[in-house]
């Protein structure tokens, strides 16, 4: 037990975090963890004055609910949207963004409504989610106010379908509705989107990747839809802090977009204690040293924190991480003080409602004060009033890390925000570069419309709602004109005069599956039943769904037993296991098209297409609680190939002599490169390191020098590779960063072994690596 005394009880909401960190510091060879403490200040209200337009009784309507006068960011938003301009609203969780774009469309709702209650000009509101909807409906009709609203999803029953079509003045949806059911069926619901003012797009960051490419191209059907029908919106975007969300948000609808990003709301007191596990005795892969699981980091904190009589809880990836995370540090207090035990639980998916509320319940009102728990959390439980709050390891976005911190902090009293590195490049580059957490965002939302696998589908949706016309070439993109050619030699879509026109008898909007990033879908079933426990992207199956993988799902952990790549069912059972697997594969390259490029100095970076075949090879099984690897286990697994994008760099020979690098150190040090490079990429793009992947060579045959590729894992590619292009400098200046602070000797998982390399982590030459990229960065542009 590490933990410091019980001392002096704070009283509710009077919690200094910076205190409390010193305190976590205090025992013996813990200082060093603390790798950055950053205290937020409080911040005051920015306010403004309600609009003169705003109908006075949704003013009153939030007066009566205590927003007596509104944040400057909202009045902002909302005025550029009454005056007719797109905006992106990017400001932070719990930023009240609604208000920004219900202002002015309850207010066109209200003023343009005929005299016998006729709807005038209607909101469409989309959502990623079905249960975000709902939670935006409840809170419209809290507004109280005469406006007639309906959700519009898959539950919805058939007469409500038929009322919200004819009478709905604001309808909430989401994009795989508006896919396959109101923009194929728009001309019964023609009245509706003729009169849709407003569109309104929520947590519009969701959309990345190839899910981003697809609602892209829904929107732009929307906009057809929508102008033949006489209706030409104003696009209101809210998103969490991004870097370029004018960018985004341009991309998303096609449309020149205002961002909105100087957040007025206030905030209390915020410390973010950034905090790294020491290295331990145990040794991984090629001797390299292994870092102690965040998992078992967080317990001990969770431990000190709830004998510090601190409302702490603790976010965890896993159901078993936090089962284990409750119980190590329920046996932590145990030993200082029995009665403490009890005051910790596990929270996460699987309970029952009831269970759920009694210990919601019990958090609120300090019968407990530690909670270990998954993301189930974010699945809308209201859980707030909390002094603490850690992070085990980097949830992947800066909104999914602000969303979990704000969870801390209740009125007037500071809050204590931590993040527990996990053993990777990214979440070590993040504890020691803080201000890639802090500052300005870099992460940007990306993906890629022009995508031909992704706009295909869509070009025959749009052709079955209306034929396309050369005039639509533009909204579609410069790659809309092949792709018709292509389509229309396939058979799918027929030329005439008038446009291209989809003449098939199937619904042309089955051929896109806009959550499915390519490929046919793999089931995963239970095997003992033949229930349907999820599915998994074809191109993902080799790596998540072969024999003997561990598939974490909703928390929950299965054994895969099977999988059968021509019937595309894995089959699986459940079981705790205290092993994880990570496949490993090997993969080869063949440049199609270089498409841009820059010059640094006789260095070269480049953006392009390319071929990947890519075969799963092996898997390991790793320890959870220790992160030792107990075996690799060969996996006979066919070949994949994919054409899709990719960034890469060569240095040529002349360089690489100024490095001093001998020949023979040169695969190992472009191998380390890459490895690193691949795990920053999820810091500029909003990806996971498992949607990417590389390929180094000390001499490739396409550009005869040394080069290192990193791909798209999607055909098509999802935006990844080209955004890694579009911020090389920072990117790759963040990798040789990485690199030359770890703490190791020779290289290990926080810095250049990759968890899923199948040359099993050899060669790898870790200061090659930095001479490499010093060399390749000297004339970075
Ligand atoms: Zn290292
Ligand atoms: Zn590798």
């Known amino acids: 037990m590490t933990a410091s005394?019980?001392?002096?009880?704070?009283?509710?909401?009077?919690?200094?975090?910076?205190?409390?960190?010193?305190?976590?510091?205090?025992?013996?060879?813990?200082?060093?963890r603390l790798t950055h403490l950053e205290r937020l200040p409080a911040r005051p209200a920015g306010t403004a004055d309600w609009p003169a337009w705003a109908?006075?009784?949704?003013?009153?309507?939030?007066?009566?609910?205590?927003?007596?006068?509104?944040?400057?960011?909202?009045?902002?938003?909302?005025?550029?949207?009454?005056?007719?301009?797109?905006v992106v609203l990017a400001t932070g969780t719990a930023?009240?963004?609604?208000?920004?774009y219900l202002l002015p469309s309850l207010t066109a709702i209200r003023e343009t409504r005929g005299p016998r209650g006729q709807r005038g000009a209607s909101t469409l509101y989309l959502a990623p989610t079905k249960a975000l909807a709902q939670d935006q409906l409840a809170a419209i009709d809290g507004l109280g106010l005469d406006v007639r609203v309906a959700t519009h999803d898959g539950d919805s029953p058939q007469e409500q379908r038929e009322w919200t079509r004819d009478h709905a003045e604001y309808v909430l949806t989401n994009p795989d509705m508006l896919h396959r059911s109101l923009l194929p069926g728009h001309a019964r619901w023609a009245r509706f989107l003729g009169s849709v003012r407003y569109v309104v797009v929520d947590e519009c960051h969701h959309y990345r990747g190839v899910f981003g490419a697809h609602v892209a191209h829904v929107l732009r059907r929307l906009r057809r839809v929508c102008a033949a029908h006489g209706a030409d919106p104003t696009f209101v975007l809210a998103s969490a802090t991004v870097a370029d969300p004018e960018v985004a948000a341009?991309?998303?609808?096609g449309l020149e977009v205002r961002a909105v990003t100087a957040d007025a709301s206030p905030r209390g007191e915020v410390a973010v204690a950034l905090w790294e596990p020491p290295l331990t005795s145990y040794t991984g892969e090629q001797g390299a040293p292994v870092r102690r699981p965040a998992s078992a980091e967080t317990a001990d904190l969770l431990a000190d924190l709830v004998v510090e009589d601190v409302r702490t809880l603790a976010f965890v990836r896993s159901r078993r991480g936090v089962e284990q995370v409750a119980q190590r540090a329920a046996d932590l207090l145990a030993e200082v003080d029995p009665a403490l035990a009890a005051r910790v639980a596990s929270y996460r998916g699987g309970y029952l409602p009831e269970e759920r509320r009694a210990l919601e319940d019990d958090l609120r009102s300090g019968r407990l004060l530690g909670m270990a728990a998954t993301n189930a959390l974010e699945l809308g439980i209201d859980v707030s009033g909390l002094d603490a709050v850690i992070v085990t390891g980097y949830p992947g976005t800066r909104a999914a890390f602000w969303q979990q911190v704000g969870r801390a902090g209740r009125s007037g009293g500071g809050a204590l925000g931590m993040l527990v590195a996990r053993d990777d490049p990214l979440d070590t580059y993040l504890v020691h570069h803080p201000e890639a957490l802090l500052g300005q965002p870099v992460e940007g939302t990306v993906f890629d419309p022009g995508n031909p696998y992704v706009l295909g589908p869509h070009l025959c949706a749009a052709a079955q709602e209306l034929p396309v016309t050369t005039a639509d070439l533009p909204l579609f993109g410069p790659g809309a004109r092949a792709v018709l050619d292509e389509l229309t030699a396939a058979g799918l879509l027929r030329r005439r005069p008038q446009g291209w026109f989809w003449t098939d008898r199937r619904r042309a909007s089955d051929l896109a599956d806009i959550r499915s990033a390519g490929g046919a879908q793999v089931q995963l079933v239970e095997a003992a039943t033949g229930r349907v426990v999820g599915t998994v992207d074809g191109g993902r199956a080799h790596a998540t769904a072969h024999r003997g993988a561990?598939?974490?799902?909703?928390?929950?952990?299965?054994?895969?037993?099977?999988?059968?790549?021509d019937g595309n069912v894995a089959t699986m059972r459940r079981e705790d296991v205290d092993y994880a697997t990570t496949a490993r594969d090997v993969?080869?390259?063949?440049?199609?098209?270089?498409?841009?490029?820059?010059?640094?100095?006789?260095?070269?970076?480049?953006f392009g297409s390319v071929d990947v075949s890519n075969q799963v090879t092996s898997y390991l099984r790793r320890r959870v609680r220790t992160g030792e690897v107990i075996d690799e286990v060969p996996l006979d697994l066919p070949v994949r190939s994919l054409r899709t994008s990719a960034v890469w760099w060569t240095v040529p020979d002349a360089v690489l002599a100024e490095t001093g690098l001998d020949r023979s150190d040169l695969p190992g040090a472009a191998h380390a490169a890459e490895h690193c490079s691949i795990g920053l990429l999820p810091l500029f793009a909003t990806c996971d390191r498992w949607d990417i992947g590389g390929v180094s060579t000390a001499r490739h045959p396409d550009t005869g020098v040394l080069t290192v590729f990193v791909h798209d894992g999607h055909p098509g590619g999802a935006g990844f590779a080209e955004r890694g292009y579009a911020t090389a400098r920072e990117w790759l200046s963040a990798t040789r960063a990485t690199i030359a602070a770890c703490e190791c000797v020779a290289g290990c998982p926080s810095c250049i072994q990759s968890p899923k390399c199948g040359n099993g982590n050899d060669p790898l030459d870790k200061e090659g690596a930095v001479r490499l990229l010093d060399a390749l960065l000297r004339h970075a542009s």
Not at 62 to 71: E, M, N, Q
Not at 558 to 565: M, Q, R
């Open 5 to 32: 005394p019980l001392t002096s009880r704070p009283g509710v909401g009077s919690v200094d975090p910076a205190g409390l960190v010193e305190r976590l510091c205090a025992p013996p060879g813990r200082a060093d």
């Open 95 to 100: 930023s009240g963004k609604s208000l920004g």
């Open 55 to 86: 109908d006075p009784e949704v003013v009153a309507a939030y007066a009566a609910r205590g927003v007596l006068v509104p944040w400057r960011h909202q009045v902002v938003a909302a005025e550029a949207a009454r005056s007719g301009h797109h």
């Open 550 to 565: 561990v598939y974490v799902h909703r928390g929950e952990s299965w054994l895969v037993e099977d999988l059968d790549l």
């Open 250 to 253: 341009a991309r998303l609808t």
């Open 587 to 606: 993969a080869d390259i063949v440049i199609v098209e270089e498409r841009e490029h820059q010059a640094w100095g006789g260095c070269r970076v480049s």
